[in-house]
Structure formats: structure tokens, C-alpha cells
């Protein structure tokens, strides 16, 4: 340091002093303005990209909220449609039973009337066969009965007994 002090010269510091006070001059006239211009342009990029992050954050969140709210819905209306077609199936299902039902009823109080029907015609054809047979009979046994003179009396005789006045 003491050599500086003895190699101090007074014209070289003016000279000096001058060419720094130019120097920032010049540099402020067309180096600092357009520093400090990029410097705040990117101060200003950087704040307006964390405003747009912080925009797109929230609409994210949004976003999720809405996509949580829409699937709840779907699931509601999923649960609904589900229930409706279980309703649907239970109601489906009681009414082909109840159909189902009321056909075998049908079903089968036509075939007791068909064999009622065909019970009394077999009835009456038996009926009929019996009457057949009984003439048939009587005619046989009224013949053995008349063929013979004293049989004819005595049956005359005994239907007038039976006969009461």
C-alpha cells in the first residue's frame, strides 16, 4: 500500500476519474435502462406465470371438486336406475306369477267342468244302459212269467195283494 501512495499521481486520477463518471454514464444512458428494462420484464413474466400457476391451481381444484361432485351424481343415478330395474324385475316376475297363476286356476276349473260334464254324460249312458237291460230283463222274465197260464193268475194275484186301496 505504500507504494501506491508514493506512485499516486493527481493528473492520472483525474483522467481516471473522468473516464469512470463517463463510463457509468454511457452505461446508464444504454446499458442500465435496458438492464433494469429485462430485468423487470422477467420480474414481471415471473410473477404473472406464479398468478397463472396459482390460476390453474385453483381451477385443478375445481376441477377435482366438480369431478367428485358429477361421479357422486352418476353413482346416485346409477344406485336409482338399479333400483328401479330390481322394482321392475320384482313386479315382472309377481305379475307372470300372478298371470301364471290365474291360468293353471283357469286351466284347471276347465278340465273339473269337462269332467263334470263327461262324469254326468257317463252317468246318463249308464243310466240308460241299466233301463235297457232292466226291460230287457223284465221283458225276458214277463215272457217266462206269461208263457204259462197258472204262472199269469198267481202274478195277477199277487200284484192285487199288493195293492192297497
Excluded: C, Y
Amino acid at each position: 500500500m505504500d507504494k501506491l501512495i508514493e506512485q499516486f499521481s493527481l493528473g492520472l486520477f483525474f483522467w481516471q476519474l473522468i473516464l469512470f463518471v463517463a463510463l457509468v454514464l454511457l452505461l446508464k444512458k444504454f446499458a442500465w435502462k435496458p438492464i433494469l428494462n429485462a430485468v423487470n420484464d422477467r420480474e414481471e413474466g415471473i410473477l404473472k406465470a406464479l398468478d397463472e400457476a396459482e390460476n390453474a391451481r385453483k381451477e385443478m381444484q375445481n376441477l377435482t371438486a366438480d369431478n367428485e361432485r358429477i361421479l357422486k351424481e352418476a353413482r346416485v343415478e346409477r344406485d336409482a336406475m338399479l333400483k328401479e330395474a330390481r322394482e321392475m324385475k320384482d313386479s315382472m316376475i309377481t305379475e307372470a306369477k300372478s298371470e301364471a297363476h290365474a291360468q293353471a286356476t283357469k286351466v284347471i276349473d276347465q278340465a273339473k267342468a269337462t269332467i263334470e260334464s263327461e262324469k254326468h254324460a257317463a252317468i246318463t249312458e249308464i243310466k240308460n244302459q241299466v233301463a235297457e237291460l232292466s226291460l230287457e230283463i223284465a221283458e225276458k222274465v214277463m215272457r217266462n212269467e206269461l208263457s204259462d197260464k197258472n204262472k199269469q193268475i198267481k202274478l195277477v194275484e199277487d200284484m192285487l195283494k199288493e195293492v192297497k186301496l
